[in-house]
C-alpha cells in the first residue's frame, strides 16, 4: 500500500503564503495523477489542483493565478505553493494519488487556516 504524509499547513494572514507538501511512499507501482483537495466546515470536498506524470496541471478557478501545483517525481512528491491566500481559502487541504494500478490514495489532511 501506499502512505502519503502531507505537511505544511498553519495560520497565515490574508495574502500571505504557505507551502503544502505530500510525500509518497510503500510500494508504489505507478503514480498517474497527484493532487490537492480542500474541504471547508460545511461544505463538499472539492478539487484544488491535480498534475499528471507529465506534468500537465488542471486549477479550479477560484485559486487559478494565485496557487501553484508542482511535483519531484523522483521523491514521489507534490507540492502546493498558495500565494495571496484569501480568508475562503480556509479549509481542510487533502493530498490524493491516483497510482497505474489504478488504485486510489489519501493523506490524513492539513489544517490551512487565512484570517482577515
Known amino acids: 500500500q501506499v502512505q502519503l504524509v502531507e505537511s505544511g499547513g498553519g495560520l497565515v494572514q490574508a495574502g500571505g503564503s504557505l507551502r503544502l507538501s505530500c510525500a509518497a511512499s510503500?510500494?508504489?507501482?505507478?503514480?498517474?495523477?497527484m493532487g490537492w483537495y480542500r474541504q471547508a466546515p460545511g461544505k463538499q470536498r472539492e478539487l484544488v489542483a491535480t498534475?499528471?506524470?507529465?506534468?500537465?496541471?488542471n486549477y479550479a478557478d477560484s485559486v487559478k493565478g494565485r496557487f501553484t501545483i508542482s511535483r519531484d517525481n523522483a521523491k514521489n512528491t507534490v507540492y502546493l505553493q498558495m500565494d495571496s491566500l484569501k480568508p475562503e481559502d480556509t479549509a481542510f487541504y487533502y493530498c490524493?494519488?491516483?497510482?497505474?494500478?489504478?488504485?486510489?490514495?489519501w493523506g490524513q489532511g492539513t489544517q490551512v487556516t487565512v484570517s482577515s
Open positions: 498534475i499528471t506524470s507529465s506534468s500537465n496541471t
Open positions: 510503500g510500494s508504489i507501482f505507478k503514480i498517474n495523477v
Open positions: 490524493h494519488v491516483l497510482t497505474g494500478w489504478p488504485r486510489t490514495y
